[in-house]
């Protein structure tokens, strides 16, 4: 199935997104990294669910307005952008950097969601634990621990040079990536105070070897999310849904049909 | 032509094969890799050598600042600014320049620069820069709003100088409800301000406004891309409406000057290919920090700077001649090689780096000496 691919447009800023599959409404926040392409794991929840794949503002072709300035300004985007799109409560998914809008966006207004499911978010602190230094990295390196099979990530080392558009769009997300996540680095100290709040159903999803945010923070949020399931996923780094698609399609799916049940 | 005696007070009794094994010689070189001992010897040399260059009929003497690095030893230049003052009488200090985004207040920037300006009489030289990429990694300022804080730190500085006080300061990044400088600059209306860069049209079309004229340091560049930042900054001085003065035109360059070009050339090799291959190595994660340059700058500069660290192949001092990126050579050949540049800009600041990396005291003290001797004479 191919995707669809519209230009959303929230109180004057547009946004890509592409959109499958029909059932029960679900959105997914990307992370840092930019907007995938429609990967494994967005068809298999497309065959029972209506999924919504946004291009966060300040990334790749996406508007990028110059007030918003950090993750706050982005889940304050989202809840108006859920309005606008959804009439009623939706599942939300987020990887990395999108969790942590998911979580900003949850702890500002939790009627919105239906459920939440974290993969791997960022957005909170673990003191003595801190991220990877994601900033200082070459492109080998990143691609070398973000996942855990190594043949996967040499796949992507050897990748032929990106066009002069793809750079672009690279370039820009590399911007936005750093815009949001600086400094504090890739946490807001104030989110962690909130999380009492998020009070619906969330999962959340780890790679055991996670190199980027260390699976010591599945813990962390588990014991802070009232009634948090978490879901270990061994032998996996930082993108569980690319790296182990099935496996993480099938428990986020069981996931849903427990919150509907 | 204006002369400035420029210093970076590298650490030169780094361990260069312990300091190949880390990333680079910025940020996250182990500072058990210095030792204040010899880092005492080298500020004695250094200060020495600068507080010389006043007696061998240099305009100015200049300093800058760098953090978490063996490349360069000031992460606070005021301070070294502040010593050279009692060392010297006459000479202009500049401070080239203090990095203005990686404050969170930008006050104690004009503050100290004002202090400066009284103590030495109006001799100071300011410049203002934001920074090298790697020094928002070690600040951990974000590079995403360098540019903003840059702009709003100078008009804070700026107003606080020029502007009666108290007065309130808004702005997105910086907000005072008192603004209020005592000490004031003795110069009227403020000390002269440069910008060193690396170059950057949004740079150039910012110092080159009419309210500005700030005089624009081209650094560490090959000969073409010098005459190429120097022709920028007058084509965009006529678009604002006037004739750039040669006095708005600098160049920061390596020089080593001896009796002939072989010599020179010998006795450079280690100080030069150790500034670029040890001390200035760094990869472009850590040179160029998304934010730090705008997209479109960020791919130009990608081309036009094989000289600097992100290039990962070895320089060769006979490779940095060849590109101008160092003068090298005799006397005459160093007049000439300036001359060239002259000729096609008009530019009449030359920042001379007259001791680089390793380079030994009895060497910088000599090519000093021949420089001031020899070339600058010359080319007054």
């Known amino acids: ?261 | 032509m204006k002369f400035v005696c420029f210093h970076l007070m590298p650490y030169r009794p780094l361990d260069l094969d312990a300091a190949n094994d880390h990333r680079s010689a910025w940020v996250v070189l182990p500072n058990s890799l210095y030792d204040p001992k010899k880092g005492a010897a080298e500020y004695d040399s250094y200060l020495d050598q600068l507080a010389y260059a006043e007696p061998l009929g240099f305009d100015a003497i200049g300093v800058n600042e760098h953090h978490q690095t063996a490349y360069g030893m000031m992460p606070a230049p005021n301070l070294i600014a502040s010593a050279l003052i009692q060392r010297t009488k006459k000479v202009q200090i500049a401070i080239l320049g203090r990095a203005l985004p990686l404050v969170s207040n930008p006050i104690n920037i004009a503050e100290e620069f004002a202090m400066l300006d009284v103590l030495s009489k109006g001799r100071i030289i300011t410049g203002f820069v934001r920074g090298i990429g790697a020094e928002y990694h070690s600040t951990g300022v974000n590079p995403a709003f360098s540019h903003e804080r840059f702009h709003e730190a100078h008009d804070l500085i700026i107003k606080a100088w020029t502007t009666p006080g108290p007065f309130e300061f808004e702005g997105e990044h910086f907000r005072f409800r008192y603004v209020n400088l005592w000490p004031k600059p003795y110069q009227t209306p403020h000390p002269p301000v440069w910008i060193p860069s690396m170059g950057s049209r949004e740079t150039v079309v910012w110092a080159s406004a009419p309210e500005r004229k700030y005089p624009f340091m081209v650094t560490f560049s090959p000969e073409t891309a010098v005459v190429r930042y120097h022709n920028m900054y007058r084509e965009a001085a006529l678009a604002h409406g006037y004739t750039a003065a040669g006095g708005q035109l600098g160049w920061a360059v390596p020089i080593y000057v001896a009796a002939t070009d072989e010599r020179a050339r010998d006795e450079a090799r280690e100080g030069i290919e150790t500034l670029f291959n040890n001390f200035l190595r760094m990869p472009p994660e850590m040179l160029l920090p998304p934010g730090y340059t705008s997209i479109s700058s960020l791919k130009v500069t990608m081309k036009m700077r094989p000289a600097l660290g992100a290039q990962p192949h070895k320089q060769t001092v006979e490779d940095l001649i060849a590109s101008g990126t160092a003068v090298i050579g005799s006397p005459a050949t160093v007049r000439e090689r300036i001359e060239r540049v002259r000729d096609q800009t008009g530019f009449d600041i030359l920042i001379t780096l007259l001791q680089f990396g390793v380079m030994s005291d009895e060497l910088a003290l000599r090519n000093m000496e021949l420089f001031a001797g020899e070339v600058m004479p010359k080319l007054r």
């Open chain 1, 1 to 261: 199935m191919s995707p669809e691919t519209d230009r959303l447009v929230t109180r004057g800023v547009a946004v890509r997104a592409r959109r499958g599959g029909s059932g029960a409404p679900v959105l997914f926040l990307h992370g840092a990294g930019g907007w995938p392409v429609w990967l494994p794991f967005f068809e298999r929840l497309a065959q029972k669910h209506a999924l919504l794949v946004p291009e966060h503002p300040c990334f790749g072709l996406s508007d990028d307005p110059q007030w918003l300035r950090d993750v706050p300004d982005l889940a304050m985007y989202y809840l108006d952008f859920l309005d606008q799109v959804y009439g009623a409560p939706v599942h939300i998914i987020g990887h990395s950097l999108g969790g942590w809008i998911a979580a900003e966006a949850a702890v500002r207004n939790i009627h919105r969601f239906a459920s939440l499911t974290l993969i791997a978010p960022a957005g909170i602190r673990v003191k003595g634990i801190p991220p990877a230094d994601v900033f200082i990295w070459s492109p080998e390196e990143f691609a070398r621990n973000r996942v855990y099979d190594q043949e996967l990530a040499g796949q992507q080392v050897q990748a032929p040079p990106p066009t002069e558009q793809q750079l672009d769009i690279d370039l820009q997300n590399r911007l936005a990536g750093v815009k949001f996540g600086w400094q504090p680095r890739l946490f807001n100290p104030d989110l962690e105070k909130w999380l009492h709040r998020m009070t619906v159903p969330t999962h959340i999803v780890w790679g055991v070897q996670d190199s980027i945010l260390p699976s010591a923070y599945a813990q962390a949020w588990g014991e802070r999310v009232p009634g948090a399931q978490v879901s270990p996923i061994e032998a996996c780094g930082h993108v569980p849904q690319v790296e182990k698609c099935d496996l993480v399609a099938d428990k986020v799916t069981a996931f849903f049909d427990r919150v509907r049940a």
